[in-house]
């Protein structure tokens, strides 16, 4: 019998600070997310969610503290080689979409392929065999205008594992749908998740969205109320 090997650590942020101005958002976060894992982000509204959420995809450097990816340190990149890293090894679902609205959705979905210099031959099986996955393959030619809100949502689903991350982000990817296509994304982030062991960190407001998740940190006032490992300091 094969000994157990516990998934190593994609994404480590240690005493991170933030601030908008004056304004402190987070005040000394930390925390670990394995390989394979779901971790919620949760609490009040200005708690620090999405702003934390965004440190971690190296959208924003934060004021003080350390993020690290695969053992990288996000702080040691430059803009250059932080858009690589984004651009190949993270994903991200917005809660209004943010589908190019001239792009069909099988073009939306292709897009990070092209950035990439993937083949037209890959990026067509690939392309093809996601939005049969994700159940929008009839949709194919449409442009996000034509789709429904379920609809959209799981093409910027498609279109942010296409590249087939290490990471995904979700920010609130429910919270712009109806409580029945919100469980059926829900679901579908769950399934591709383990199927792919792609780790996801997701902000959620929803207890629903938080269940699909491993883990719960939930955030208070910029700083971890509940939820940290062991090891981990919460402020």
Known sequence: MAAFVPPHVLLQATAVHHAYGERGVLAGVSLTVRTGERVALTGPSGSGKTTL??????????????????????????????????????????????????????ENVELPLQLLGVSSVERRERVAA??????????????????????????????????????????????????????????????????????MVLVTHSAEAAAICHREIRLRDGVIESGAEQGEPTA
């Open 130 to 199: 996601l939005l049969e996955r994700v159940g929008v393959a009839g949709r194919a030619d449409a442009l996000p205008g034509e789709l429904s809100g379920g609809e959209m949502q799981r093409v910027a689903i498609a279109r942010a594992l296409v590249h087939r991350p290490r990471l995904l982000l979700a920010d609130e990817p429910t919270g712009n749908l109806d409580s029945r296509n919100g469980e059926r994304v829900l679901q579908l982030l769950r399934a591709l998740s383990d199927e792919t062991g792609t780790a």
């Open 53 to 106: 959420l965004n440190l971690l995809g190296g959208v924003d450097r934060p004021r003080a503290g350390r993020i690290e990816f695969e053992g990288r340190s996000l702080g040691d990149l430059d803009a250059d080689a932080l858009a690589l890293l984004r651009r190949q090894c993270i994903g991200t679902v917005f809660q209004f979409f943010h589908l190019l609205p001239t792009l069909t959705a099988a």
